[in-house]
């Protein structure tokens, strides 16, 4: 009988835990997934990752048109190539990601140490189509967006 009650107790307990964790580790889940669209999009040919990130919170990131309350998410990665700046343009502008080139980009940190870029994102007007076999070029291919999720409570 002592046995049957500490058994139940036991899982009750697995139980509430298993369930707070469900509850306060959806914020990392769904911005984790929102940063696999970056992270899951195909680098171009002769492209190196050189760092890869992404965070999230409530007034953070500069948010897309400002965060509402709502967390925003940044997912960035720095990258190499050889391939010229139009090449690498055309690749990255199709889903819509900022794209800074080196000397372009500015960072930007919260009172929690988190990052993200800023400053002249490429628009593909003035980029040279001359390929960078000899000295690969750097730059920051970065994702941002707001998100929501169930139980969501906001706190600032």
């Known amino acids: 009988m002592k046995n049957k009650k500490l058994f139940i107790v036991l899982l009750i307990s697995i139980t509430i835990i298993l369930l707070l964790y469900y509850v306060f580790g959806q914020g990392h889940r769904y911005a984790k997934s929102y940063a696999n669209r970056l992270f899951a999009y195909q680098l171009p040919k002769k492209t ?34 050889e391939l010229s700046e139009k090449e690498i343009f055309n690749h990255y502008n199709k889903n819509k990601f900022e794209i800074f080139f080196e000397g372009y980009e500015t960072i930007k940190k919260n009172s929690e140490g988190k990052k993200w870029y800023e400053g002249q994102k490429s628009t593909g007007k003035t980029l040279s189509d001359e390929m960078n076999k000899d000295e690969p070029i750097n730059f920051i291919v970065q994702y941002r967006t707001e998100f929501n999720y169930p139980f969501f409570i906001d706190f600032h």
Do not use: N, Q
């Open 48 to 81: 190196k990752i050189i760092e890869k990130d992404f965070d999230y919170g409530v007034l953070y990131g500069g948010g897309p048109r400002g965060s509402g309350g709502y967390p925003t998410m940044v997912a960035h990665m720095k990258l190499s190539s």
